[in-house]
């Protein structure tokens, strides 16, 4: 979702990678999606599994 700062940023002189890294930081690991929707009982335990198994990490 692209919140204020980042309309400025995107309208303003902001490098890209300066947007990118906010945007990240800003995002919701996939895993912990998944996790969420397990538990809520949108999607099963193997399928969360299958989808994020080789995810990797960002900071």
Do not use: H, S, W
């Given at each position: 979702?692209?919140?204020?700062?980042?309309?400025?940023?995107?309208?303003?002189?902001?490098?890209?990678?300066?947007?990118?890294r906010?945007?990240?930081?800003?995002?919701?690991?996939?895993?912990?999606?998944?996790?969420?929707?397990?538990?809520?009982?949108?999607?099963?335990?193997?399928?969360?599994?299958?989808?994020?198994?080789?995810?990797?990490?960002?900071?």
């Open positions: 979702m692209i919140d204020e700062e980042l309309q400025q940023m995107i309208a303003g002189d902001a490098e890209i990678g300066e947007i990118e906010v945007a990240a930081g800003r995002r919701e690991p996939m895993r912990y999606d998944a996790a969420r929707k397990v538990v809520a009982g949108e999607v099963d335990i193997e399928e969360a599994i299958r989808v994020t198994a080789f995810m990797p990490e960002y900071e």
